[in-house]
C-alpha cells in the first residue's frame, strides 16, 4: 500500500526526479574541498533553526535583552547547547563560506559558465558577514555595544554620505533601542530572507552546470 | 556488484548518512523540545501569610472586599499579580469566617459583590454567586474557590494563608 502512496505522489511531485538531479547527478573526481558549500548550507540551515529557538526567549530591548541572553544560558534548559551552538556555528559559518570562496578562487571554477555562480557567491559572503555583524548586538553586553559602536563609526567615515550611513545604520546619531531594534530584524529577517533567495539561485545554477572539473596539468 | 551480500559503495553512504543525520537530529531536536516546554516544569511554590483585614471591620452579612499583589519572577522579569477575595463573616468566631477568592471559576474574571442582587456578580458572562459562593446561575462549572487557611493575630488582623502556583 505505501508503495502505492509513494508512486501516486511521485507521479504528481516527481520525488524521483528531485532525487536523480539533486543527490544522483554525476560528479567529477573531486576532493573534500567540494563538500564546504554543503557545509556552508548545512550551517545556514542550523543557524536558521536555533535563532528560531533563540527568539522564544530573547527580547531586543535594550532593557531586557541582556537579561534574557542571560536567562537563555543559566535559566532554561538547553539555552546553553542552543546559543552555543549559534554562537560557533555563526563563527564556523564565515570561515567555511570564505574557505569555499578560496577554493572556488584555486581551482579556476568560477570562470565561463559559472561567472553567475560566483558572483551570487560573492553575495552570499557578504549577507553572511552582515549576519555576523548584526547578530554581534543582539546580546548588548559591553563587548556588542562598543563593537558596534565601533563597526558603524568605520562605516561612517565614507566621504559625503559617510554621516547619512552612519545615522541609517543606527536608526539615529547614537546606538539606542532603535539600533537594537533594527539590528535584530536585519538579523532575523532581512538579510536571512536575502541569504535564502541567493542560495536558491546559487544552487539552481550549480545543479544545471554540475560541478567544476579539479583543474589538470594542461588546464 | 555481482555479490549481493555486499554493501555497495553507495548504499553505504547513504546508510552512513542516515545514521548520522539521525543522531545529529536527535541530539539537537531533544534538547530542543526541553528547551521550548521549559518553563512548563518550573515550580513557584514560596508561601506566605498575608493580612487582608481586621476582624472587627468585618461585618455580618455584607462581603469583606480585600486586595494583594504578589510580586513573582517569571523569566527575567519581575511581574506584580494581583489577587483578591472577599471575607464573609458569619459569627464572632475568627474560626467560621469564609474567604472567598474572587476570580470567577468560569474563565478566571473577577466577580464583585452586588448589594442590590444580593450576590457575587461576574461582569464578563453575568455568572451569580451567593454569599457562600455557591453557584447561582450562569456557566461557572463549581462555586467560588475559597482561602483554605486563615488564623488572626493578636492585634485582631486576619491573615491568610497563600501558596503560589
Known amino acids: ?219 | 556488484m555481482s555479490d549481493s551480500h555486499e554493501l555497495s559503495r553507495r548504499d553505504f553512504i547513504k546508510v552512513t548518512t542516515g545514521i548520522v543525520g539521525g543522531l545529529i537530529g536527535t541530539m539537537i531536536g531533544l534538547p530542543s523540545v526541553f528547551y521550548l516546554i521549559d518553563p512548563a516544569f518550573k515550580e513557584g511554590g514560596k508561601e506566605a501569610w498575608i493580612p487582608i483585614g481586621k476582624f472587627e471591620d468585618m461585618q455580618v452579612g455584607m462581603p469583606y472586599p480585600f486586595s494583594f499583589t504578589r510580586v513573582q519572577v517569571n523569566g527575567w522579569e519581575r511581574t506584580a499579580s494581583s489577587f483578591g477575595g472577599y471575607a464573609v463573616r458569619k459569627s464572632d468566631d475568627p474560626d467560621e469566617l469564609l474567604i472567598l477568592n474572587s476570580r470567577c471559576t468560569h474563565l478566571a474574571c473577577t466577580v464583585n459583590w452586588s448589594v442590590d442582587a444580593n450576590a457575587f456578580i461576574c461582569p464578563c458572562h453575568d455568572a451569580k454567586f451567593s454569599m457562600e459562593g455557591e453557584v447561582l446561575d450562569g456557566p461557572p462549572p463549581r462555586a467560588l474557590d475559597i482561602y483554605e487557611e486563615h488564623r488572626i493575630t493578636e492585634d485582631g488582623i486576619i491573615e491568610i494563608f497563600f501558596k503560589e502556583a
Open chain 1, 1 to 219: 500500500m505505501w508503495k502505492n502512496i509513494y508512486l501516486w505522489l511521485d507521479e504528481r511531485i516527481g520525488f524521483n526526479d528531485f532525487y536523480k538531479n539533486l543527490l544522483d547527478r554525476p560528479e567529477p573526481k573531486t576532493s573534500w574541498w567540494n563538500t564546504l558549500g554543503s557545509a556552508s548550507m548545512f550551517l545556514f540551515v542550523l543557524q536558521g533553526l536555533t535563532g528560531i529557538f533563540l527568539t522564544v526567549y530573547y527580547t531586543p530591548s535594550p532593557d531586557h535583552a541582556y537579561d534574557s541572553v542571560n536567562y537563555i544560558m543559566e535559566g532554561v534548559a538547553f539555552g546553553w547547547l542552543i546559543r552555543g551552538i549559534h554562537h560557533w556555528g555563526a563563527t564556523l559559518m564565515v570561515i567555511l563560506v570564505f574557505v569555499h570562496m578560496l577554493r572556488v578562487f584555486y581551482t579556476a571554477s568560477f570562470k565561463y559558465p559559472r561567472e553567475l555562480t560566483w558572483l551570487i557567491g560573492i553575495g552570499l559572503f557578504l549577507t553572511t558577514l552582515g549576519m555576523g555583524f548584526t547578530g554581534y548586538l543582539l546580546p548588548w553586553n559591553q563587548k556588542a555595544f562598543w563593537a558596534t559602536t565601533v563597526g558603524t563609526q568605520i562605516a561612517g567615515t565614507a566621504p559625503y554620505i559617510g554621516e547619512f550611513i552612519l545615522k541609517a545604520l543606527r536608526g539615529g546619531p547614537d546606538l539606542s533601542a532603535l539600533t537594537l531594534q533594527r539590528f535584530f530584524s536585519a538579523h532575523i529577517w532581512i538579510i536571512p530572507a536575502i541569504l535564502a533567495a541567493l542560495i536558491g539561485v546559487h544552487l539552481f545554477l550549480i545543479i544545471k552546470h554540475g560541478e567544476s572539473h579539479w583543474p589538470k596539468k594542461e588546464d
